[in-house]
């Protein structure tokens, strides 16, 4: 851990603990004199301060940094839409999209024919071989050793897990079920891991006729590719997952439609009005903590700058009231159409080039990184027991914080 150490003799005002190493964590203790209460009030008042500025501060970031902005969520809508579900990620354009679904991406399946589960003899004893490729061009070879009086199902079992060895990307499942007729029936299913047309695949015997005998080389489902438009624009793709917005926005195709569907990616009105609310807070909490604090000899200019920032834009189209203390009052319901309808006012009067946050944010940092002497004013105790410990304390203050970046001038107010 680093420490720090004063130089007593560039530090007129030192004592010993400024003579002293003293890590980030550890408090130094200030002279003891008669002005010992007004050097605890007025640390706190600035450590009060100095926190109410980090704080907004963060707020603000929240509502402008660049890769995690609330004012950049977004929100989708798609009607009552059974054809296809969307999300939108965080700056996704504010657009909407008339979409089409005329034929979703399915995965092959082959169906195999029932055989009594606990029967035996369907199947011809001694080793079967199978070849399993893929319409890409990738190819097994897969193999079941059939043994005299094994039942059925257990010799479809141990072909589906032959087929899934194979690690090919199909998988296979021997089902078995009770029938209307009240007998127990397996068969052979298996199906492409993926859908679409490059994940269609074919079972064919090399040796023996275990996979025409099963009937698991029958295509019951066909692998087809989805085809979907946007905005009049065709399109296929291998699978149901699609994107748009350079994919920013993503689609689900859950089903085909003869009619175009409304998607409109929009602003979330929900994160920007939780957003405005917590920055009118703590804007609201530094005014007050200023002001709390004002007899203290805290420089005004601290407040003026920052009240200044509200009047500065415009406000009230967004739901924004600023109240005759400079305080701000959000009306939720204007806001929260505002953002609906008119995004882009909201986000200029907000983050703009001249917009409230982004010139809070300005004063914001500006304050909680500046050093302690600029938060003196000229004013000082009259009182001739008090004038010149005054202005030792201050002179040593502005040493101590001169020297000491924001989080050491944390530990020392602590």
């Not at 990620?89 to 991406?105: E, F, T």
């Not at 420089?299 to 009240?307: C, D, G, M, Q, S």
């Not at 924001?406 to 530990?411: K, L, S, V």
Request: charged share 15%; aromatic share 8%; no cysteine.
């Amino acid at each position: 851990m680093n420490s720090y150490r004063i130089n007593s003799s560039t530090n007129p005002y030192s004592t010993n603990w400024a003579a002293s190493p003293y890590t980030r964590t550890t408090k130094p203790t200030l002279p003891t004199t008669s002005f010992d209460p007004f050097q605890k009030n007025y640390s706190k008042a600035m450590s009060s301060v100095f926190q109410s500025f980090t704080s907004l501060s963060k707020v603000v970031g929240n509502l402008t940094d660049k890769t995690d902005n609330v004012l950049n969520k977004r929100a989708v809508d798609t009607g009552d839409s059974k054809f296809f579900s969307a999300t939108a990620k965080q700056g996704a354009s504010i657009a909407s999209y008339q979409v089409g679904v005329k034929q979703i991406a399915t995965a092959q399946q082959n169906t195999g024919g029932l055989f009594q589960s606990n029967g035996t003899g369907a199947f011809s004893n001694g080793t079967h071989s199978m070849k399993l490729a893929l319409s890409d061009g990738k190819s097994v070879n897969v193999s079941v050793n059939v043994k005299s009086g094994e039942s059925n199902e257990t010799v479809l079992k141990n072909m589906a897990g032959a087929i899934n060895s194979s690690n090919l990307g199909v998988k296979a499942q021997a089902v078995t079920a009770k029938q209307s007729d009240g007998t127990t029936q397996t068969r052979l299913v298996v199906t492409s891991a993926k859908t679409g047309t490059d994940a269609g695949f074919k079972l064919t015997d090399t040796s023996g006729n275990l996979a025409a005998a099963t009937g698991a080389n029958t295509v019951s489902t066909t692998a087809k590719n989805a085809e979907y438009s946007v905005n009049g624009k065709s399109y296929t793709s291998q699978s149901n997952e699609v994107t748009l917005d350079d994919g920013k926005v993503a689609l689900s195709l859950k089903g085909a439609t003869a009619k175009l569907e409304t998607l409109r990616v929009k602003s979330d009105t929900q994160a920007v009005t939780s957003g405005v609310k917590e920055f009118v807070k703590a804007y609201n909490e530094t005014l007050t903590t200023l002001k709390s604090n004002s007899g203290f000899a805290i420089n005004k200019k601290w407040h003026n700058e920052l009240t200044q920032q509200s009047t500065r834009a415009d406000l009230s189209k967004i739901g924004i009231t600023v109240n005759a203390d400079h305080t701000l009052r959000v009306d939720e319901a204007v806001l929260t159409k505002a953002a609906s309808t008119h995004f882009d006012q909201v986000q200029n009067a907000l983050t703009g080039p001249r917009g409230l946050i982004a010139r809070v944010g300005v004063q914001a940092q500006k304050t909680s990184a500046s050093q302690m002497a600029q938060y003196f004013e000229s004013a000082r105790p009259t009182d001739s027991v008090h004038v010149d410990e005054y202005s030792r304390y201050q002179n040593m203050m502005n040493f101590q914080f001169s020297s000491m970046n924001q989080g050491n001038f944390m530990n020392l107010l602590a």
